[in-house]
């Protein structure tokens, strides 16, 4: 099984943009991810094709689990 964490925004366009990281430690609080996601909004450090990231959706961890049935 793998775990990712998603931190959701919106841009200036008004769309979602979502930030995955593989494998977030299993320590995570809310105050945490809310502090890392302000910071990527203060610190503009990423770009998306509808302008700034500017308002924080929400975060979530997801969790896949694949089982292969046919490996050739």
């Known amino acids: ?3 990712r964490l998603e931190l959701r925004f ?3 366009d008004g769309r979602n943009v979502t930030v995955a990281l593989d494998n977030p430690v299993e320590s995570l609080d809310d105050e945490t991810v809310e502090a890392a996601m ?3 909004i203060s610190t ?3 770009h998306s094709s509808g302008g700034n990231l500017v308002e924080k959706r929400d975060a979530r961890i997801v ?3 694949v089982d292969t049935v046919y490996e050739g």
């Open 63 to 65: 969790e896949r689990t």
């Open 44 to 46: 503009n450090i990423f």
């Open 10 to 12: 919106s841009n200036e």
């Open 38 to 40: 302000d910071t990527v």
């Open 1 to 3: 099984m793998s775990k």
